[in-house]
């Protein structure tokens, strides 16, 4: 199973913003679609990250004015990236490794798509009761 495997399960969908969008925006823009991070892309390129991580450490904590602080001052400028052709597991290797929660599937700086933690929890999840299921079967006594 690869990241592009994994997103056509789930679906392409893309949820971004603007490197000139304030924080506020941002995070409006996150509750209505109800997710943590947004890609930020600028003519149809990935130049960022921006998630309620962000939000909170580097405008609440510092105390920075959300409605005029702009994204592109608080992104991830070089965000974690996988491929599409990136296993499962190195999925979740860079996620634990770099410590994020959302990780873009990009080719030519394109996003194809995010996969997130969660994401990767129900994958494993869904794996595991298919083993489950597979080893019942297997010693399951005949009819």
Do not use: W
Not at 51 to 69: D, G, I, N, Q, Y
Not at 135 to 143: F, K, N, R, S, T
Request: negative net charge.
């Amino acid at each position: 199973m690869n990241a592009r495997t994994i997103l056509q399960d789930k679906g392409f969908c893309v949820r971004s913003t603007s490197p000139d969008t304030t924080v506020f925006e941002a995070l409006q823009s996150m509750d209505e679609y109800k997710v943590g991070a947004l890609m930020v892309v600028e003519n149809d390129l990935l130049v960022g990250v921006i998630s309620e991580r962000h939000c909170a450490r580097k405008v609440m904590l510092k105390e920075l004015p959300p409605k005029t602080t702009r994204v592109s001052d608080i992104m991830a400028r070089e965000p974690v990236q996988v491929s599409p052709e990136s296993t499962l597991e190195e999925c979740m290797a860079t996620m634990g490794k770099h410590r994020v929660r959302h990780v873009p599937v990009t080719e030519e700086g394109k996003v194809l798509g995010v996969i997130s933690s969660n994401d990767l929890l129900n994958l494993a999840l869904t794996q595991k009761d298919h083993i489950i299921k597979q080893l019942e079967q297997y010693i399951a006594p005949g009819p």
